[in-house]
């Protein structure tokens, strides 16, 4: 497993963006699928976007498709999340994880999870 620190999450109004980064501990970052996720209040939580361990495909929820890029560098052990055009819908926790098996798009594929920074979308 690999250890995971999310950075970056704060305030922002409609229409403006953030840049998350994850930061992983390990020599095997580079072996992963890694993914971010996010959870509203009140609700499950929810894939928005995966990368693969080369950072030569990339997976997105339709909801975020055209607005958010997901990118690693694997020589910094990190992944990020561009976030563009925010919308108040994009307010949540959001979380990195490294993929374990499986699906990539559910938390059960997942068994590396960092503890979240939160985004908040005025508008």
């Known amino acids: 497993q690999v250890q995971l620190v999310e950075s970056g999450g704060g305030l922002v109004q409609a229409g403006g963006s953030l840049r998350l980064s994850c930061a992983a501990s390990g020599r095997t970052f580079s072996s992963y699928t890694m993914g971010w996720f996010r959870q509203a209040p009140g609700k499950e939580r929810e894939f928005v976007a995966a990368?693969?361990?080369?950072?030569?495909?990339?997976y997105y929820a339709d909801s975020v498709k055209g607005r958010f890029t997901i990118s690693r560098d694997n020589a910094k052990n990190t992944v990020y999340l561009q976030m563009n055009s925010l919308k108040p819908e994009d307010t949540a926790d959001y979380y990195c994880a490294a993929r374990f098996r499986g699906s990539i798009y559910y938390t059960v594929g997942y068994n590396s999870w960092g503890q979240g920074t939160q985004v908040t979308v005025s508008s």
């Open positions: 990368i693969s361990w080369s950072g030569d495909t990339t």
